[in-house]
């Protein structure tokens, strides 16, 4: 995404112009899809800032009322989802930190 910035948050990162955009599109795909429900998304960020802050956001957009919370990686692990959607919380020209450790995204 052009122009966006990318905070330090302790170790963690925070994107919300991904964040943002990520659940913005899943809200116009229900509207495209009626078929489709938001109980069948997942999000999930490798930064916990990107989660406390998409979770914020999830509250004011009614086609997603049934979607459930955005998760941590660590804390999703060992399950899954028919629609994913993962929220690195980087940009270009920036690493991804541990995330791209190919062990994490296993």
Same mark, same amino acid.
């Given at each position: 995404m052009p122009n966006? $910035?990318?905070y330090s948050v302790g170790t963690s990162k925070l994107n919300r112009?991904?964040?943002?955009? @990520?659940?913005?599109?899943?809200?116009d795909f229900v509207k495209c899809?009626?078929?489709?429900s938001p109980r069948?998304?997942?999000?999930?960020?490798?930064?916990?800032?990107?989660v406390e802050?998409?979770? $914020?956001?999830?509250k004011h957009l009614p086609l997603l009322e049934d979607m459930p919370p955005?998760?941590? @990686?660590?804390?999703?692990?060992?399950?899954e989802g028919s629609i994913s959607v993962i929220i690195t919380g980087t940009k270009e020209g920036v690493s991804a930190g541990f995330v791209s450790d190919e062990?994490?995204?296993?």
């Open positions: 966006t $910035k990318v112009m991904q964040v943002k955009g @990520a659940l913005e599109l899943l809200s899809s009626p078929d489709v069948d998304f997942v999000v999930i960020s490798a930064h916990k800032p990107n802050y998409g979770n $914020k956001i999830l955005l998760q941590s @990686a660590d804390s999703f692990q060992g399950r062990n994490r995204l296993s």
